[in-house]
């Protein structure tokens, strides 16, 4: 334990005693050194909103304050040099920051700098680390990591991912080693992992997440015994019922004695299922410190008396400080990666919020995908037209369709040259049209004023890193002036089978069962038998009869399986494209019967997979997983579907000796191979009671309208193609990349041309010569406020993933830009450090049975005349340019 010792000081006339508590801090060798790390986990929204928990209100659900938190613990802080606290969540602390007053903020920077009060991990959240896309990620923690080193000139070192519902190979090496964090300390793993590595005493590991980049990703990772609170009977809050240590002596209830043996016995437990004689106790939990001192003061007894028993497009237009700007959808995207937000555990109230939040900075078709958008769905007067400016945030050309929803078929659509573009008019469904006028009177309270007839799709070709203008506008003459095509619905068909796919690509439907049978790509000389289907689970309820716990928020636990017919669902082949394309629509989710009730596709072929299927891992490295087996332990099947089941951000795919299926999604969903030469996706749940996890609430999520509730429905797409043996990963990052950034739309009405004659109208960000080579994304470029610009090059390919992109990849700045650069500087992946500093304060760690080092492919320095970037299979590189003129193009 900490020595120390009991200075006893005198007062009045000696008849009591004022004990002078020593709490200073150092390390004894040969004995057991507990480290208390005092701390409040503090979720930015789960049972209340952002603001509510910040400010205390809405006390009747939970009792939370985080502005009492921080003004609680900085005044404990000053009242005691040897007081210690970490905190995580700067969206709370930022906003704590901008209300204190100059004097309390150099107070402040004195308990930084002393270390007394220590950021770590730093990001806006404690972000989730199943269901985001690795640049969400990224982005968040940036925006918290430039927070800290503006204000208070510090780096974090630590990660501390206490609270998400599981952990990604992607946190460990690139939300931590490529940070420059030292280690990444976490509570919650599967219970058989957690009984089996404390048998082992295998709770400290170093963790090598990437193999691509092998050995230079390691990290130290310390897995915590328990969940994130203190041991049993070592809470202090006012309402907390641990006994506290009584030490006056006069007193009938002195426990000193009684109490330090309690403390040493936790200890004692805890030494015993690790591998050193260093130990920490998370000495907090869920928005505790409101009352400092209560913490501390019992800490300091137990120290004292222990001791005696042993952005893209601002940066082309110019960052404006007073004007608009990404801040307000930059910090909502970043609240929202929080692992009560984006994994779908927090309230519907505070989801509520987290979507208006967002809204806040993204207006002008708020509704687009449910097909409201006010602008193109508005008929267009003589003489007027819209224009619509496509946007691509990619380093690459890109040819694709968009759609757009148009209340008349009497439109063209022409480039901003004048050509006409080929343009198709597609029927809008029943069903689109009922969730259209439902959803925008229950979100936006008006009906839609328009009645939409079709969907308007039209090629668009959009350079890289840039922008493309087109004009629709009406024509006088009769009868529609694009293609329109039929719905052609199978009972109708003659034929037994029907063929979708102008193209290489073809799809064959059974018409008799309404199925999809065959598949068939000329072009790479596949063709498999191929069903897709959809069933559901009933939801395990949790009664009395059943004790186990239900699914809900938090927990996947069926019961029963059964087939549904699919109601609404579109399959599409474009020309182009040699993949297909899936929108369903799911809900309400009928609950009638009082069972809940879990949606989900199956994609089967007769490929033998041998139970092995492969995962994304935060929209980065893919995982092997292997049906009812863990790698580290022996696993004890007891949930064969959710034990099963992964997170999918960007794809799942299987392969067998000759062919590959893969699947990509627009969205965070679970998924699956629960058979052989079968991908399974989970796409909407509706369930009827909690899972007692903490949310306090059932999953049945609801849109209202007046005094009428249904279950929300949802509309989605996920893709699927089949390839030769080792030709799928070309696909699944080209496509995949493209899918999280889509092109972006954007939409004005002009009188004439008045509008393309006045404005740019297409551009590339680039050099009109160049482009990035197919392995490689700009994943960020961001104007700062001191007008650097922040720039991230991503590798896409992993380590022998293929043989032509597997391989180290070069972007010329030089040519990337057009104009001048000044200085480049490399920084750590947050660019809160220089790349340089950070690898010399690296830890390196001599891991048990590794053997020899392998060789790592990374990108060398660049030189400072040729500014080329070398990128190694799964690299991110990130810098900071100087340009000598920032404004590449005017408003």
């Not at 007769?606 to 332990?633: E, Q, V």
């Not at 009405?749 to 006045?758: L, M, R, T, V």
């Amino acid at each position: 334990m900490l020595p120390s010792s009991i200075d006893y000081w005198p007062l009045g006339g000696g008849e009591s005693e004022y004990i002078e508590y020593n709490t200073t801090h150092r390390i004894v060798p040969g004995k057991i050194n507990v480290h208390l790390v005092p701390h409040s986990h503090d979720d930015v929204g789960w049972l209340k909103t952002v603001d509510q928990y910040y400010v205390g209100a809405n006390n009747s659900i939970r009792g939370a304050c985080v502005q009492n938190v921080l003004d609680s613990v900085i005044s404990a802080l000053l009242e005691d040099k040897n007081r210690k606290f970490i905190y995580v969540e700067i969206a709370f602390f930022q906003r704590w920051w901008r209300q204190q007053s100059k004097a309390l903020k150099a107070k402040v920077k004195e308990l930084v700098n002393s270390g007394q009060l220590e950021f770590i991990n730093g990001g806006m959240s404690m972000h989730d680390e199943a269901t985001p896309h690795y640049v969400d990620l990224i982005d968040q923690t940036t925006l918290g990591h430039q927070f800290i080193k503006n204000e208070f000139g510090q780096i974090p070192r630590v990660g501390w991912q206490i609270d998400p519902f599981g952990h990604s190979a992607v946190q460990a090496y690139l939300l931590g080693a490529e940070l420059g964090f030292d280690s990444l300390f976490f509570a919650r793993i599967d219970y058989q992992d957690r009984a089996k590595r404390l048998k082992e005493k295998t709770l400290e590991v170093v963790w090598q997440g990437s193999r691509s980049l092998s050995w230079s990703s390691q990290i130290f990772t310390g897995i915590f015994p328990r969940h994130y609170d203190p041991p049993d009977g070592f809470t202090f809050e006012i309402n907390d019922a641990s006994p506290p240590i009584q030490d006056d002596i006069l007193l009938f209830d002195y426990n000193v004695q009684e109490r330090v043996n309690d403390f040493v016995a936790a200890a004692l437990a805890q030494a015993n299922v690790t591998r050193t004689n260093h130990i920490m106790w998370c000495m907090g939990t869920d928005f505790r410190y409101q009352y400092a001192n209560s913490w501390f003061r019992q800490m300091d007894k137990f120290i004292h008396y222990v001791n005696q028993a042993a952005r893209q497009l601002e940066f082309f237009i110019g960052r404006n400080a007073s004007g608009p700007n990404t801040d307000a959808l930059a910090d909502a995207l970043a609240i929202v990666q929080h692992h009560d937000a984006v994994s779908g555990t927090e309230r519907e109230h505070v989801a509520a919020d987290y979507a208006l939040r967002i809204s806040i900075g993204y207006q002008e078709c708020p509704l687009l995908n449910i097909s409201y958008c006010p602008p193109s769905e508005a008929v267009l007067s003589d003489g007027k037209s819209l224009v619509v400016v496509a946007y691509n945030p990619l380093g690459w050309k890109r040819e694709e369709v968009i759609r757009i929803p148009v209340s008349t078929d009497r439109v063209t659509v022409r480039d901003s040259s004048g050509r006409k573009v080929e343009a198709q008019l597609l029927p809008i469904t029943n069903a689109t049209l009922s969730i259209r006028n439902y959803y925008a009177r229950a979100y936006l309270g008006k009906s839609p004023s328009e009645t939409i007839k079709y969907w308007l799709a039209f090629s668009v070709s959009v350079p890289p890193i840039g922008f493309s203008s087109y004009i629709i506008s009406t024509v006088k003459q009769t009868g529609p002036s694009s293609t329109i095509s039929s719905i052609y619905t199978l009972e109708e068909s003659a034929d037994d089978t029907i063929e979708v796919g102008k193209g290489s690509l073809k799809l064959i439907f059974s018409a008799r069962e309404g199925k999809l049978t065959h598949y068939a790509n000329r072009k790479n000389l596949v063709t498999a038998s191929v069903e897709q289907s959809y069933s559901y689970y009933t939801g395990s309820d949790g009664t009395d009869e059943d004790p186990q716990v239900a699914s809900g928020a938090y927990i996947f636990r069926p019961n029963e399986t059964f087939p549904i017919k699919s109601e609404s669902q579109i399959t599409r082949v474009f020309k182009e494209k040699d993949h297909a394309e899936v929108e369903f629509t799911i809900g309400p989710i009928p609950v009638d019967d009082d069972i809940g009730k879990e949606i989900a596709t199956q994609i089967t072929t007769a490929m033998k997979t041998n139970g092995t299927f492969y995962t994304d891992s935060n929209g980065r490295d893919f995982i092997k997983r292997l049906r009812d087996f863990r790698t580290d332990w022996e696993l004890q099947v007891n949930q064969p579907i959710a034990g099963n089941y992964y997170p999918i951000n960007l794809g799942i795919y299987v392969q067998d000796t000759s062919s590959e299926l893969s699947v990509l999604v627009d969205r965070s969903v679970g998924g699956s191979s629960l058979n052989d030469g079968q991908i399974e996706l989970m796409l909407h749940r509706r369930l009827l009671h909690d899972d007692k996890k903490g949310v306090g609430e059932v999953l049945n999520e609801t849109v209202c309208l007046h005094d009428k509730c249904e279950g929300l429905t949802i509309q989605g797409k996920f893709y699927f193609r089949i390839d030769p043996l080792g030709e799928g990963a070309k696909w699944r990052r080209t496509t995949g990349q493209e899918i999280y950034s889509p092109l972006l739309l954007a939409f004005t009405e002009q009188d004439g041309n008045e509008w393309i004659n006045s404005h740019v109208s297409t551009f590339s960000g680039i050099d009109p010569s160049y482009t990035l080579p197919n392995n490689v994304a700009v994943i960020t470029l961001q104007e700062l406020e001191n007008g650097i610009v922040l720039l991230r090059l991503a590798h896409l390919y992993e380590t022998g993933e293929d043989k032509d992109y597997s391989v180290l990849a070069s972007v010329e700045l030089k040519r990337l830009f057009p104009k001048k650069i000044n200085k480049v500087r490399e920084m750590s992946l947050s660019a809160n450090q220089e790349k340089a500093e950070m690898e010399k304060r690296r830890l390196v760690w001599e891991v048990e049975g590794s053997g020899e080092r392998s060789e790592v492919v990374r990108g060398g320095p660049v030189d400072p005349q040729t500014l080329v970037v070398e990128l190694g299979p799964m690299e991110i590189r990130t810098f900071l340019i100087d340009f000598a003129f920032l404004r590449l193009f005017g408003s």
